[in-house]
């Protein structure tokens, strides 16, 4: 495949082979490809992955099945337009007792038939628009400033969840960065120097600070696409902000202007106010 393997690539792309042969994810090998050794290949981001390569796998399987159906027909002395695949087996439709198996095909390719090499590209593709939504309960120190989250659940939209669990990591992973964005993160310059260069000094959020992020599924299939998947890994950054800056003025009548909404940020922002400064 032309996609080198990050956030479960290769986990992915096993379950859609899988699933167009009818076989278990265990008896399915991805090979991903030395981009050096082809033409130009855009980069592994932008939440494309999945929802490109899904549909070219489907075409590559399709073009595959293609093939052995022609291998069967010529076996059964059958019609290619009669030939069917289900239960890892080719069949000719209406006598399914005339039939050759998925492996004696794959065991020919290797004794004389030649290898079935099936392709399919996907280089351009209608978009599947993200959709997100975030719920955040939180409590703020008034002494301090200091934000604590005591809830927070995402709810996605992605289309089709070819595998629930890293799904919900990859909601729950991209929750936390924007939580990060919102709340802590940031770089602090004195004439021109970077004085946080460090993660020691660089303030992320860690399992420490935050409750079990909530993760639920919404499947809307996409328009383009054999599955209807879209992306998930980018959209849960973009919320937290926003979100945890309403449920700030919803716990304080102030709304916060600036990132990060730190603690020294949110104390100033309760001062200002008790001294009439605006909201």
Request: proline residues 6%; glycine residues 10%; aromatic residues 6%.
């Amino acid at each position: 495949v032309g996609s080198v393997d990050l956030t479960g690539t290769r986990t992915t792309l096993t379950q859609v082979v899988a699933e167009e042969f009818g076989l278990s994810p265990e008896e399915v090998q991805v090979t991903v490809g030395d981009t050096d050794s082809v033409g130009y290949t855009d980069v592994t981001g932008g939440s494309r992955i999945t929802y490109t390569m899904s549909a070219a796998l489907h075409k590559a399987c399709q073009d595959a099945l293609d093939q052995l159906k022609q291998r069967a027909a010529e076996q059964l002395e059958a019609n290619i337009e009669d030939i069917e695949y289900a239960d890892r087996r080719f069949f000719v439709r209406g006598s399914p007792d005339k039939a050759a198996s998925l492996q004696e095909l794959a065991k020919a390719s290797v004794m004389g038939s030649g290898p079935i090499i099936g392709k399919g590209t996907a280089a351009r593709m209608g978009l599947a628009h993200e959709f997100a939504l975030h719920i955040a309960d939180v409590e703020v120190d008034p002494d301090t400033g200091k934000v604590k989250i005591i809830h927070y659940t995402t709810f996605q939209d992605v289309g089709c969840a070819v595998n629930p669990t890293q799904v919900e990591g990859q909601m729950q992973g991209g929750t936390v960065q924007g939580i990060g964005w919102a709340l802590t993160e940031e770089y602090c310059y004195d004439k021109g120097i970077l004085r946080n260069p460090t993660l020691l000094d660089y303030r992320m959020p860690t399992a420490l600070d935050l409750p079990m992020i909530g993760a639920e599924i919404v499947e809307v299939p996409a328009p383009d696409g054999p599955y209807g998947i879209r992306g998930v890994g980018e959209v849960p950054i973009v919320p937290p902000p926003a979100a945890l800056a309403n449920a700030i003025y919803h716990a304080l009548d102030i709304r916060m202007r600036e990132l990060p909404m730190s603690p020294e940020r949110v104390r100033l922002a309760i001062e200002q106010h008790g001294n009439g400064g605006s909201r």
